[in-house]
């Protein structure tokens, strides 16, 4: 148990820089008291004493502001950040290694006993402040829930998702980088390339990006007529790039970021 303990304070020092002694974890940390009576009262519950279990882990709420069901699983590191408001339901799992911060909800959507109405989170997941993340799929290891964003739909591992309803950007880097460098070959998008899926950004960004092209061309288009009524026979279509067409499309890039 002291092993236990111990693991759980050096998780804290390393993952908080404002931690400053083990001292200090161990009185001023509500998230550590919470796990460690949550331990006792997921025990209580293990062993029949379910009323026991109920009235620690309500002890525990009082004492710390963070209300986790007997029932509910928790792995080893886990670290509840700040903490106050957070809620864990009866069948959530943590798993090893998740930091949690204040006013998050791992809730449930359904009223159906003895089923899986709660998340389960995977390793080294990170779900930001205010967060809730509701209903019984799963958060895949190392995948971050941006602060206040409502998760009601499972997230693959290592993404990240925010927002309300929640949708994940950087979900795969490969595809993102590729997108990106398509993009800066095309010449204009590099402002336009953004890691977000949100499908009313990436139709706005690809109509700025049409327009942008579109204008190049006439601009070059305007170049050549020119060059031909003062007589000179140019053998190919100059590359124009005005530059007030990329500081427009920078601009309105900009406005929809
Ligand atoms: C979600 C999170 C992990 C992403 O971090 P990141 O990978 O550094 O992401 P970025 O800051 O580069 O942002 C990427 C995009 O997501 C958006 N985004 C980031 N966090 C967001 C959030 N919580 N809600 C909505 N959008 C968010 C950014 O605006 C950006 O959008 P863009 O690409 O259109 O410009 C982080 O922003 C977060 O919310 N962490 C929780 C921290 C927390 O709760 N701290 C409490 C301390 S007390």
Known sequence: MFARIQSDIQCILD?????RSRWEVLTCYPGLHALVLHRFAHGCWGWGLRWLGRFVSNLSRWLTG???HPAARIGERVFFDHAMGVVVGETAVIGDGCTIYQGVT???TSLYKGTKRHPTLGC???VGAGAKVLGGFTVGDGARIGSNAVVTKPVPAGATAVGNPARIILADAQADSQREAAAQRMGFS???????DDPISVALRGLIDTCARQEQKI???C???EQLSTGHKPDHLPLASPP???SETEKLNRLIE
């Open 15 to 19: 993952r908080d820089p404002a931690a």
């Open 66 to 68: 963070i209300e986790i």
């Open 106 to 108: 791992l809730g449930g």
């Open 124 to 126: 080294d997941v990170v």
């Open 190 to 196: 590099a402002y336009g390339v953004t890691a977000s």
């Open 219 to 221: 601009a070059q288009l």
């Open 223 to 225: 170049l050549a007529v």
């Open 244 to 246: 007030t067409t990329v």
